[in-house]
RNA sequence: GGGCGAUUGGCUCAGUCGGUUAGAGCGCACGGUUCACAUCCGUGAGGUCACUGGUUCGAAUCCAGUAUCGCCCACCA
């Protein structure tokens, strides 16, 4: 569906039958791309696109990532910076085999029965399946990314950036392999990270089991929540200075159904108040009980499978799921009477943050990257003010984590990701390799590639990312890209991937590229439903951000996210904030329809200078292109939004294009008088388009064409919005707007008046103006003209200074009095007045009395002001004082 | 256990360097049948800026403390 010039367009703005067309034409002019070399002179603005996980639906996450980042482009590409978005999908390996191993379950598949290769083949086909999906519909919502440079994590340039980053950080001593207690979770079978790990406080239940001394002699009690875990037990642990164990300690302990001798030793780390005092201690599935062992020299026993299954070392129990043999033993030591005690207790559980299985501390051979060194270098960067993180408050989080970092444990045991490019020859020596059709021989004893296998774990998947900002300009190689794009400007993201994602991609761009991979972090907060909570699917609150695009359109759906979006602070995405959206595209459609009708027809040359209005429209014009461009600049996005809105509803719609009909349908005004004052109103539109296009880009687009072809001189010719220059600040005119907001305040004022004292809203009013000096009374003459049709008043007559005034509205111009004179007028403000029961209206006629008597004495002249009813227009006393104020200097 | 953030009309949020009468949208009340728009226009009511103390000529804003809510980090079995 092509969308048409029509001659009527509709009262409401369709916007499903306008945004297709307009991304297509954005396509087709290339402009997304960006120019084959630099401008001269041109600023440079780059930013890498978070890669949302190829397997999964668009979220309102992404819609806010990427409306974000299209606004921050698309100014930057009017201001004529060289700029570039890229774009890409990220493999996501436990999402994406979490996702796929559901499918293939339905085919009665599994991991298991495929085998790697063939898992792998299936993965692929499904890729193809949902690979672009994503970015479909990200530009739904108008991003003008550089599709042209669409990457994919796994594609074979990220592999070969993975390969060189890992050999180069292998060859600086920064890659080692070793033995520790890694977080595991049963389900997906894989190490995780703990940033990976959800820990949440939960009930539980505290077991106190006796254990019997090995001489026969007594028994010693330990505490557990997880009983399970005591047949990887090797010893029983108390505190030095535990009185009641003094004499335990050296002894031995016996461990029930495996009968297996446990040594009793002291260890500081043991706390005595809690429970027995007397800890077991499980090295292969306890953090602490392996710093334990460590340090005593104990060998850690392992009980558990990969999927937490009891394993071959708990006897009788093997087989069994964790839980299963809990229960079994919980149950065996009550009968054996050594169960002491069974008590509800709180305690922290770690559980996987992908499926939600209580993760197990495991203990196993893993690839680790020594990131001290890197986290010292990406810490600098941000303290020596080298890359700004906004809000800077999130610095200090930033700073904490790398203060305290733990080496990455970087391998995975899954299939779907970049495999760790080591390989080992059977005499154990390891070689790392970045070819991609890996080493020809052991680095070490040199035994041909034949002979050797390759490490099966494959990369943890935030380390390819962590390679993204310059993976994608092609590194390692010196591409043209790396040349002219890198370092990146603006790293746009959420601030909960601050640790997972932004700290590796400083850690890494410092080790691989020796500077930092960009300048600025933006950190976005989430996107909440009405009550301030989480959307999630189980509460069914989640906002399909494509739903709300065929509801209410792009345009406003970017508005509604752009005016509430604040680093580091979430916001909350609510009916009346989409429906205000909706209404603002509304506007803007109405409004630029309003203009594009009333053009005349004439062809006339404009003439004649500009109004007053006109000069005030255009000083407010520049004032606003000024701060909504400081705004950009300082990515204040929410800012931005707001000034723009305000000037487009109240500045233009609803005051200058009142005042441009008032001139435009004013008898006697010329052919040329009218094009002059049209050209005004079309050009300010022109500018405002312009002004809004980063954030709403198709209605922008949609009005520009349809102007263009109205007014070519005032569209510069250009064909597309999206390519237009961003509008530079005209002159202020200071006395334009002094004149102006003097005329508002005095419509305002007139409006209060007829308001307040229920005169009927057609009703002509009579009105006297006194001026002080000639420059207000030229302001009141030049504004009189709007104030008749604006306010529905009439003027009668002019008053000098030493003339006295009627009645009283006050105004910023200081000197313009109000009067009301007719009979029919006065008596229904009278009646208004004197009849009205509430309360308010009671205490008002107090103070109009009060004012009245003021006025008397004032003005020396009872008899004129009591045939002439008087309302005190605006605040009350305050104002009161100030007219009286007035009054004196005018006497 | 540490750290961070928030607290401004009924709701959602602005508020610049400390400076005149603290703003906006929604909601509410009242009024509006004119050819851009009722997804609209006009007018109005409504705020002790969480609390306490301090600095200052002057505090929503700076400092200290308190409270409530939220988030992040942390190995007590």
Request: negative net charge.
């Amino acid at each position: 569906m092509t969308t048409t010039r029509r001659r009527e367009p509709a009262p409401r703005y369709d916007a499903a039958a306008v945004e297709p067309a307009i991304y297509e034409r954005w396509l087709a002019s290339g402009a997304f791309a960006p120019a084959v070399s630099a401008p001269r002179g041109a600023r440079r603005f780059v930013i890498t696109m978070p890669p949302p996980n190829v397997t999964g639906a668009l979220h309102i996450g992404h819609a806010l990532t990427v409306i974000v980042e299209d606004v921050m482009i698309r100014y930057h590409r009017m201001r004529g910076d060289d700029t570039l978005w890229v774009p890409g999908v990220d493999h996501a390996s436990i999402g994406a085999q979490f996702v796929l191993d559901k499918i293939i379950a339905e085919e009665g598949e599994s991991r298991a029965t495929l085998g790697r290769e063939r898992y792998l083949e299936r993965m692929w086909q499904f890729m193809d399946s949902t690979r672009d999906v994503i970015g479909l519909q990200l530009r739904r919502l108008g991003a003008s990314a550089d599709w042209g440079r669409n990457r994919f994590t796994l594609d074979e340039q990220s592999a070969r950036a993975v390969r060189v980053a890992f050999k180069r950080l292998w060859d600086a001593g920064l890659v080692y392999r070793g033995e520790a207690l890694i977080t595991w979770c049963p389900r997906c079978r894989t190490t995780i990270s703990d940033l990976e790990t959800i820990h949440r406080d939960e009930t539980g239940t505290l077991w106190t089991i006796r254990y019997a001394l090995a001489d026969g002699d007594g028994s010693i009690s330990v505490a557990t929540t997880r009983p399970e875990t005591l047949l990887g037990d090797v010893a029983v642990a108390v505190h030095p200075e535990d009185h009641r164990y003094r004499a335990l300690v050296g002894r031995e302990a016996v461990l029930p159904f495996l009968g297996r001798r446990l040594p009793i030793i002291a260890d500081a780390a043991v706390q005595r108040e809690f429970g027995s005092g007397a800890v077991k201690i499980t090295p292969a599935h306890d953090p602490n009980d392996y710093a334990m062992a460590k340090r005593h020299e104990l060998a850690a026993i392992n009980v558990l499978d990969e999927e937490a299954r009891m394993n071959e070392n708990a006897g009788e129990f093997a087989g069994l799921d964790r839980y299963a043999a809990r229960q079994e033993i919980v149950e065996r030591l009550r009968a054996s009477g050594d169960l002491q005690a069974e008590q509800s207790h709180q305690m922290v559980v770690g559980r996987c943050e992908r499926c939600g299985t209580v993760v197990e501390p495991r203990l196993s051979v893993q690839w680790f990257i020594r990131v001290k060194p890197l986290a010292e270098r990406a810490l600098a960067s941000v303290t020596q003010g080298r890359t700004a993180i906004m809000p800077p408050h999130l610095a200090k989080v930033y700073a904490h984590w790398l203060e305290n970092i733990l080496d990455w444990a970087v391998g995975r045991q899954l299939w779907w990701g970049h495999r760790i490019p080591a390989w080992f020859c059977p005499d154990g020596h390891v070689t790392v390799s970045d070819a991609a059709e890996g080493p020809h021989a052991c680095a070490e004893c040199g035994r041909p590639a034949g002979e050797l296998n390759q490490e099966t774990d494959i990369f943890d998947t935030w380390f390819s990312s962590a390679l993204w900002p310059f993976s994608t300009l092609g590194w390692p190689d010196e591409t043209p890209d790396m040349a002219r794009f890198y370092p990146t400007t603006v790293m746009e993201t959420g601030y909960d991937i601050l640790f997972f994602w932004v700290a590796r991609m400083m850690m890494m761009g410092l080790f691989c590229t020796d500077v930092e991979p960009f300048r600025i972090v933006y950190l976005h907060g989430l996107v909440r439903a009405s009550g301030g909570v989480k959307m999630s699917k189980t509460k069914g609150n989640v906002v399909d951000p494509l739903d709300l695009v065929d509801e209410i359109g792009a345009d406003a759906l970017r508005f509604a996210l752009t005016i509430g979006t604040s680093p580091g602070h979430d916001q909350r995405l609510t009916q009346a904030k989409v429906d205000g959206a909706r209404n603002f595209a509304n506007k803007l459609w109405n409004v630029a329809r309003f203009v594009l009708g009333s053009q005349p027809d004439s062809g006339a040359t404009p003439s004649g200078d500009a109004s007053v209005a006109e000069r005030w429209i255009r000083s407010r014009l520049a004032e606003v292109v000024e701060r909504s461009t400081a705004q950009l600049e300082a990515l204040d996005l929410a800012g931005y939004a707001a000034t723009a809105h305000e000037f487009a509803w109240s500045d233009y719609a609803d005051w200058f294009v009142e005042m441009a009909k008032v001139e435009l349908r004013r008898e006697g005004a010329s052919q040329g008088e009218r094009a002059r004052v049209w050209a005004t109103l079309a050009g300010t539109l022109g500018d405002l388009l312009r002004l809004l296009h980063p954030l709403m880009p198709f209605i922008t687009e949609e009005i520009w064409s349809v102007l263009r072809d109205a007014a070519p001189s005032l569209t510069d010719g250009e064909e597309l919005l999206l390519t237009a220059p961003w509008p530079t600040p005209g002159p202020r005119d200071a006395s334009a707007e002094s004149e102006v907001s003097a005329l508002t305040a005095l419509i305002r004022d007139v409006r209060n008046l007829r308001s307040e004292s229920g005169v009927a809203a057609g009703t002509w009013l009579p009105l006297f103006v006194a001026v002080t000096g000639d420059a207000q009374r030229s302001a009141i003459e030049r504004g009189i003209g709007y104030l008749e049709p604006m306010a529905r008043v009439r003027p009668v007559q002019f008053a000098t200074s030493d003339q006295r005034p009627a009645l009283v509205a006050a105004t910023p111009l200081g000197a313009a009095w109000l009067g009301v004179e007719a009979a029919e007028v006065a008596a229904g403000v009278a009646a208004g007045v004197e009849h009205d029961s509430s309360e308010r209206r009671a205490r008002r006629v107090v103070e109009l009395r009060a004012a009245i008597d003021r006025l008397r004495t004032l003005l020396g002249n009872a008899s004129f002001v009591e045939r002439a009813p008087v309302t005190v227009v605006g605040k009350e006393r305050a104002r009161l004082a100030e007219l009286e104020a007035q009054l004196r200097q005018l006497r």
